[in-house]
């Protein structure tokens, strides 16, 4: 099994900037992907990034190119996602998964194998 636990999310302005981290424990895999998704309250889940270990390929939603950076250590077992000029918008649940292995679509949330809680991210106007 896999346990992933986010941090990070919060409240912040408009404009401002949010650092989400996701730390994996667990069982070890020789190739795996990494993801964020959010989910807004009425909305279904999104695709806001992801990142395959091997090569660090990386994919983002157009809504968030250019202003979020995902990022991995692998080393500390830990995803990231770097957040700036934050919208209300991008006002969500934010999850972290995993997919054991090779990853085809990153952007479908049906890819990954396991989840975390989700962390909290609120942007007012």
């Known amino acids: 099994q896999v346990q992933l636990l986010e941090s990070g999310g919060g409240l912040v302005q408009a404009g401002g900037s949010l650092r989400l981290s996701c730390k994996k424990s667990?069982?070890?895999?020789?190739?795996?992907?990494m993801g964020w998704f959010r989910q807004a309250p009425g909305k279904e889940r999104e695709f806001v990034a992801a990142?395959?270990?091997?090569?660090?390929?990386?994919h983002y939603a157009d809504s968030v190119k250019g202003r979020f950076t995902i990022s991995r250590d692998n080393a500390q077992n830990t995803l990231n996602l770097q957040m700036n000029g934050l919208k209300p918008e991008d006002t969500a649940l934010y999850y972290c998964?995993?997919?054991?292995?090779?990853?085809?679509?990153?952007?479908?949330?049906?890819?990954?194998?396991?989840w975390g809680q989700g962390t909290q991210v609120t942007v007012s106007s």
């Open positions: 990142i395959s270990r091997t090569y660090g390929l990386t």
């Open positions: 667990g069982r070890t895999f020789s190739n795996f992907a």
């Open positions: 998964a995993l997919k054991g292995g090779i990853i085809i679509h990153p952007h479908h949330a049906s890819e990954y194998d396991y």
